[in-house]
């Protein structure tokens, strides 16, 4: 190619780059000149108060959870004591009857690992079915799951414990896991994910191809709905770690407990044995650690399941 062709070239792409970049400023403007400076500091505000809002409870874990007894009740709960145990406060948790706390976590991650994986599994491909075929009692389908979302957790324990009492499965692995196993929210939002993200042009020419349905699923759909399948099992997995009330219904035995339930065993005993505040307290702040890891090493995925799916490209 000659050198006037190449300046022609460069000066083009130059060209349709200025313009790009003009564009871009216009609609940043645009967006900009629609917002007052009033309505910046009042939705900043709002947040930052929603920020607090949930940032001061783990505030106060923190600093109660270095306390000694005597200084738990005896200083300001929103600081440090006469000196800092956090240390040992934390050692006492995991040394405390011969570790059980630890038993306890391991069973919190059985409960929502195993729970969290599976239910998005059944979830994206309930969601990918209603989004994507059609079929008699469809809307139906739907319609139920959206009734489910509706019903609180609470509203369902006690008849699935005479339903698992019945076959025998109480204070078994299996009666936390196997209702964890449903998440009528996360067939929700993967059946509008999915109407959204996939292309029914991607399908038919997976079908062209010759790959059979399930195989376009597993190796088109999936990879289009990983923002929604990170986003479901963020969600399940949270909830499945915070579920007090079904394990309290459905086990008897200690050491079946997840963390939540263990960390209530040990704050009822705080009227005869007072050192079980700090067992508590401190519990409460290991609780915290993993759902802030898998938050914060989630969270742009969580972003993108929350805002892609609701525009088609």
């Not at 349709?16 to 900009?32: H, I, K, M, N, V």
């Not at 078994?172 to 209702?179: N, R």
């Not at 009528?184 to 109407?195: D, E, K, S």
Request: charged fraction near 15%.
């Amino acid at each position: 190619m000659s050198a006037p062709e190449n300046t022609t070239t460069s000066t083009s792409i130059r060209g349709r780059g200025t313009r790009a970049a003009a564009q871009d400023d216009g609609r940043a403007g645009t967006r900009s000149a629609g917002r007052s400076p009033a309505t910046t500091i009042i939705v900043t505000a709002v947040l930052a108060i929603v920020a607090i809002y949930f940032l001061v409870p783990v505030y106060w874990v923190i600093v109660n959870a270095s306390k000694t007894t005597e200084d738990l009740f005896g200083t300001s709960g929103f600081w440090f004591g006469s000196s800092f145990h956090l240390f040992e406060n934390l050692g006492a948790v995991l040394t405390s009857r011969n570790g059980i706390f630890g038993r306890w976590a391991v069973n919190s991650l059985i409960y929502s690992g195993v729970g969290s994986v599976l239910a998005t599994y059944f979830a994206v491909a309930g969601g990918y079915a209603l989004a994507k075929y059609r079929f008699r009692g469809r809307n139906l389908v739907f319609a139920l799951v959206l009734g489910g979302v509706l019903v609180p957790g609470t509203a369902t324990a006690l008849p699935l414990f005479f339903l698992f009492s019945s076959v025998g499965l109480t204070n078994t692995y299996w009666s936390v896991l196997i209702p964890s196993l449903v998440s009528p929210f996360g067939l929700f939002l993967a059946r509008i994910y999915a109407g959204a993200a996939i292309p029914d042009e991607v399908l038919e020419a997976g079908r062209i191809d010759g790959a059979g349905e399930l195989r376009i699923f597993h190796a088109l759909a999936l990879r289009q709905l990983t923002p929604a399948i990170v986003t479901i099992v963020l969600f399940q997995f949270v909830g499945i770690w915070n579920n007090y009330f079904l394990p309290l219904v459905m086990l008897a035995d200690e050491k079946l407990y997840p963390i939540t339930l263990g960390l209530d065993n040990w704050r009822a005993q705080t009227d005869r044995l007072p050192e079980f505040y700090q067992l508590t307290v401190g519990g409460a702040l290991l609780s915290v650690i993993p759902l802030a890891i898998l938050i914060l090493v989630l969270q742009r995925f969580w972003r993108g399941g929350l805002t892609e799916g609701s525009v088609k490209g």
